[in-house]
């Protein structure tokens, strides 16, 4: 966004008369917020009613004019240097790459290669695959609702992979996305290592329930959940699980589904789950419901580490070499993860409305890849029915969604559903939470 054409800087003020300008003004907002913990759009926006955000021609390129914006944005009246690459963030993702690609939030390429291909476009733009070359991007999944004992131990998993010198790519959010990017910055500065990496990557209907906490320096917005998904497993190295909700069900599930693909099987991708003492309840449910939904295979692809984030670190950095010699072996790109082959049924944009949550094939009459595809969707559902606006608003006209299928099967959803909700995992800690879906065995 360095530099732009006149031309170009036309098309971004033609954009902002647009439809995509209220998500354009409304991921602005959510930046400006970082670091507020509040996970319910309409409480974070309320105070806002009159905030705007315009964009000034110069010369030079754009000047972004900010209107009533929050406080907590500014330090002596200057914008914090993070917020300000945020805001500049958003700008190129959702109103250049949008200009470019004419996307909203309801839009995608027709088929799975030119999905990709836009994946690959919207990081190589955002430049965040400049500095990946060097295989060491760990992508860290979690809940943003965790316990303060969980945090402190995704801290400290960050702290032993950045003494590995290893970077961390989360969904940018507070919890779990946070803890291992500050616990890394740490584990880098005594190593002094200077190329250290904090890469954020979110979705206009998120991002206003994870703000991007202030450590990211390198935020992404995908236009939808399925390529922010798919940005994640391209661009990652390996992957670190922590305790987390139905979304992080939803990204496991969304990962299970495509390492147990066939043309995947000889594909080396460590995926560590992990949490601290007193976690093991929680793997072993997790466990449990993969096992017996998905199968022994899906199980395999993974390996739980309870209390132990120097084991964590010692198995990712081990991983990390046979993920190398993978690549070098296939000449596939340590950038950008070409040769993982990804199904157009996981690349689909699944928009979550009553019928389409009603009518999800939830039995097993299916392969167990099409099994995680409609559990993925149905927790995709629960997400959205949760915190994005969208969804939200669904609830309210309609009521709860409605998940039907196999008896067996939904016995086994309810069971870890309720977990998520017993255990505070659904809404931030100390929020009242009313369930936005009801299960019928």
Not at 148 to 168: A, F
């Amino acid at each position: 966004m360095s530099q732009l054409s006149q031309i170009e800087v036309a098309q971004l003020q033609d954009t902002t008369n647009s439809a995509l300008y209220g998500m354009f003004r409304n991921c602005c907002l959510a930046v400006l917020n970082s670091g507020v913990d509040e996970d319910d759009y309409e409480v974070l926006f309320a105070p806002y009613e009159n905030f705007d955000i315009k964009l000034v021609r110069r010369e030079r390129g754009v000047k972004i004019e900010l209107v009533n914006p929050p406080e907590v944005a500014f330090v002596d009246d200057t914008l914090v240097t993070g917020v300000h690459e945020h805001i500049f963030a958003v700008l190129r993702d959702l109103l250049y790459m949008g200009n470019k690609y004419a996307f909203t939030h309801k839009s995608a390429p027709a088929d799975s290669v030119s999905i990709t291909d836009m994946v690959f476009d919207m990081l190589r733009h955002a430049q965040a695959l400049e500095g990946n070359d060097s295989l060491n991007t760990v992508v860290c999944w979690g809940g943003h609702s965790i316990n303060l004992t969980e945090y402190k131990y995704t801290k400290e998993v960050g702290y032993q992979l950045g003494l590995r010198e290893m970077n961390i790519c989360t969904g940018c959010g507070p919890g779990a996305m946070k803890g291992p990017m500050k616990g890394a910055t740490i584990g880098h500065a005594k190593q002094r290592y200077k190329e250290g990496r904090y890469i954020g990557i979110s979705e206009p209907s998120i991002i206003a329930a994870e703000p991007p906490n202030a450590i990211v320096n390198e935020l992404v917005i995908m236009p939808d959940i399925e390529k922010r998904l798919e940005a994640f497993v391209r661009l990652a190295h390996g992957i670190v699980i922590f305790p987390g909700g139905v979304g992080t069900a939803e990204e496991l599930l969304y990962l299970l589904g495509i390492l147990m693909n066939e043309r995947n099987a000889q594909q080396p991708f460590p995926v560590i789950l992990t949490g601290p003492a007193g976690s093991e309840t929680y793997f072993e449910a997790i466990d449990e419901f993969i096992g017996t939904t998905i199968g022994k295979e899906a199980q395999s692809k993974y390996q739980i580490i309870v209390d132990d984030p120097e084991e964590v670190a010692r198995v990712m950095r081990t991983g990390l070499g046979r993920v190398k010699k993978y690549r070098e072996a296939m000449g596939d790109a340590y950038s950008f993860n070409w040769s993982l082959k990804i199904e157009e049924d996981f690349q689909r944009p699944f928009i979550p409305t009553h019928q389409t949550m009603s009518d999800l094939a939830l039995h097993h009459d299916q392969d167990n890849a099409s099994l995680a595809i409609a559990l993925r969707q149905a927790f995709s559902g629960i997400v959205a029915g949760n915190v994005k606006a969208e969804g939200i608003q669904h609830i309210k006209q309609h009521g709860p969604f409605r998940l039907t299928g196999d008896a067996t099967l939904m016995e086994r959803v309810d069971t870890l559903l309720e977990s998520f909700v017993s255990q505070q995992r659904m809404k931030l800690p100390g929020s009242a939470y009313t369930p936005c879906y009801t299960i019928e065995k």
